[in-house]
């Protein structure tokens, strides 16, 4: 199943189900045209991996890492697919990165590795927008990654059935593939994950992490659409704008 947060006509948001005929809420439907899609879930936090793919640690000059590397975004960082994301004025590099995100769906502290997928609600799509001038000089990524809109987020939320165990991650810019690569090519698994983050912080509905990106990594110029599609979740699509 796809579910879908919108705000329809009226002003109300909504969470539907995405069909061929439209958006379905209670006993209307909707034309995906006519309403304003939002972030398919209201975090309290994005819990983003670095590093978890090995060609990109390679690209990145970096060791691979032998635990998860976690850093955080806020929801201030949120955007929606459709949404036209400003980035920082003033910067010579501001990339792009691909990545399958995961939504939890029940509070939880302590997982294990077995029990983590009981906990996920779902799927969909993020690029993890980096600004790598600041970045590249601080220790704790605010500036770097934590600013305004840094992590458009959706369509849609689809279930783990959705998703294939090796479903593909594509970054497309202005039409041309950047990044290609699958979940198969993870570092460290979902279970991994979610067991590693919940040793040391409380995730909550809605919570998202951020799974890292593959290689293919790149800069971002004022008036790029991107695209980003996930297997079994479908297309988030924004565009760029400068300063």
């Excluded at 879908?4 to 539907?16: H, L, W």
């Excluded at 987020?153 to 041309?176: F, K, Q």
Aim: net charge negative; aromatic share 6%.
């Amino acid at each position: 199943m796809h579910r879908v947060r919108f705000r329809d006509p009226a002003g109300s948001v909504r969470t539907g189900r995405r069909t061929d005929d439209g958006l379905v809420f209670g006993d209307e439907t909707y034309d995906p045209e006519d309403v304003d899609v939002l972030p398919p879930c209201d975090p309290t936090k994005i819990v983003c991996i670095g590093l978890n793919y090995e060609k990109h640690a390679e690209e990145s000059g970096m060791e691979i890492p032998d635990r998860p590397l976690l850093f955080l975004k806020p929801p201030n960082a949120l955007s929606s697919h459709g949404d036209t994301v400003t980035l920082p004025a003033g910067k010579e590099r501001v990339d792009y990165e691909a990545e399958l995100a995961v939504v939890v769906g029940e509070q939880c502290r302590n997982v294990s590795e077995e029990e983590a997928m009981e906990y996920v609600a779902g799927f969909t799509c993020m690029n993890d927008i980096s600004n790598r001038d600041d970045q590249d000089k601080e220790q704790n990524w605010i500036r770097g990654k934590a600013f305004d809109n840094s992590a458009p987020l959706g369509p849609v939320l689809a279930t783990p059935d959705e998703v294939p165990d090796d479903a593909s991650i594509e970054l497309r810019m202005n039409g041309e593939t950047k990044q290609d690569s699958s979940r198969a090519d993870f570092i460290f698994s979902i279970p991994e994950l979610v067991a590693e983050i919940t040793t040391y912080m409380t995730l909550e509905p809605g919570d998202v992490i951020s799974t890292g990106t593959p290689e293919g990594v790149g800069p971002l110029s004022d008036g790029d659409t991107v695209e980003v599609e996930v297997e079994g979740v479908g297309v988030l699509e924004h565009d760029v704008r400068v300063p």
